[in-house]
Each structure stands twice: as C-alpha cells, then as structure tokens.
Antibody, heavy 113, light 109 residues
Framework: EVQLVQSGGGLVQAGGSLRLSCAASGFTFSSYWMNWVRQAPGKGLEWVATIKGDGSEKHHVDSVKGRFTISRDNAKNSLYLQMNSLRADDTAVYFC??????WGQGTLVTVSS | QAVVTQEPSLTVSPGGTVTLTCGSSTGGVTSDHFPYWFQQKPGQAPRTLIYDTNNKESWTPARFSGSLLGGKAALTLSGAQPEDEAEYYCLLSYSGFRVFGGGTKLTVL
C-alpha cells in the first residue's frame, strides 16, 4: 500500500524557516517524480515544486524560487521542502504527492506577521 | 507563468451530464500538457480522477471521462450523483512546470 506521511508543519514568524518532510512507503521511491502542492485557507491548489526520481531535475514555481528548495533522500525514502524567508502568503496546507496520483495527508504551515 | 482557467461554478441535476473545461493562457491545450483532473471535498486531500488527458485511475467512477474539446481539456460527468458535489481542479504541464486551474465548484441540485 502506498503511504505518504508528512511532518514538519507548524507556526513560524515571517522571515523564519521550516522544513517539511514526507516519508514514503509501499513503492520504489527512487522511481517516481515527487511534488509539493499547497492550498491557502479557502483557496485553490497551487503547485509548488517537483523533483525527479534520482534528484537530477527540479522545478519550483516562481513565487518560491530562491526561498524554497525541494530535495529527496532516496536511501531514507523521504521527500523534503526547505522553506526559508517565509511570508504571510505562504500560509497554507502543504501536500506531498507521488506524481499526482497519491497524496499525503497535508500539513499546515502558518506564517505570522 | 501560464494561467489556467476553469469555470468558477457549475450546477448539474442528479442524473444529468455536465462538462468542465480547462483552458491555457498560452494557447490551445493539447495532449502535450498532460492534463490531469482532481476532485477535492472539504477537509480532504485531492483525489486524481483523470491523467494524461483521458486515462482513469483504478478508483475513478465510469461516469467520469476526460478529453480535449475546442482547444481545452474537458472533464465530462455523465449521470451525476449527489456524492459528485465537490471542487474540481485541472492541472497542466509546461515543460516541467505545472499550473493548476482555479477550480470549479460543482453543485448537484
């Protein structure tokens, strides 16, 4: 059974940093592109970042470039999102996803100004 | 980056048929945009219904289908059920970058 278990969300002040984690199981992690997607309260979905199975290719949405970094550790079957210089408009539920087929449970990041 | 457009809201009668569309600010949507369709209900993670234009996940009810229609990606629901009331999002790919549409709130009434 494919499982994606997220951790690392919480409350942080504007300008601060947070690292989200997504622990994968039930599939060959290194074979799949992984994504981060976020959803601000009461708003739609926004794709944040994607990373290839071997980590050799990454893309980030313009609004987080230079502040957020997607990474993975295939030995630990884990996906990460390092978020720096956080802003109030980064407040959202963040989801990890295998491709876009299987999704984590989501974790809330709240940035206080 | 591109803007992906969806109808903000649609209403369908139980048992009726409705088509949701997904357009791109860069021009016509093609299979090279690898269109996805997701269903999301309040408090839940999105659930994939359609990938790569018209492919269904194993859990996708048969009443949902995907296509390209008039330069847009389309999701057709034939025989709407009360449980289909939800928010629906499309997703398009642009050479490694992805963009979600703003979502369509579908009411079954």
């Amino acid at each position: 059974e494919v499982q994606l278990v997220q951790s690392g969300g919480g409350l942080v002040q504007a300008g601060g940093s947070l690292r989200l984690s997504c622990a994968a199981s039930g599939f060959t992690f290194s074979s799949y592109w992984m994504n981060w997607v976020r959803q601000a309260p009461g708003k739609g979905l926004e794709w944040v970042a994607t990373i290839k199975g071997d980590g050799s290719e990454k893309h980030h949405v313009d609004s987080v470039k230079g502040r957020f970094t997607i990474s993975r550790d295939n030995a630990k079957n884990s996906l990460y999102l390092q978020m720096n210089s956080l802003r109030a408009d980064d407040t959202a539920v963040y989801f990890c996803a295998r491709g876009f087929t299987f999704w984590g449970q989501g974790t809330l990041v709240t940035v206080s100004s | 980056q591109a803007v992906v457009t969806q109808e903000p809201s649609l209403t369908v009668s139980p048992g009726g048929t409705v088509t949701l569309t997904c357009g791109s600010s860069t021009g016509g949507v093609t299979s090279d945009h690898f269109p996805y369709w997701f269903q999301q209900k309040p408090g839940q993670a999105p659930r994939t219904l359609i990938y790569d234009t018209n492919n269904k996940e194993s859990w996708t009810p048969a009443r949902f289908s995907g296509s390209l229609l008039g330069g847009k990606a389309a999701l057709t629901l034939s025989g709407a059920q009360p449980e289909d009331e939800a928010e629906y999002y499309c997703l398009l790919s642009y050479s490694g970058f992805r963009v979600f549409g703003g979502g369509t709130k579908l009411t079954v009434l």
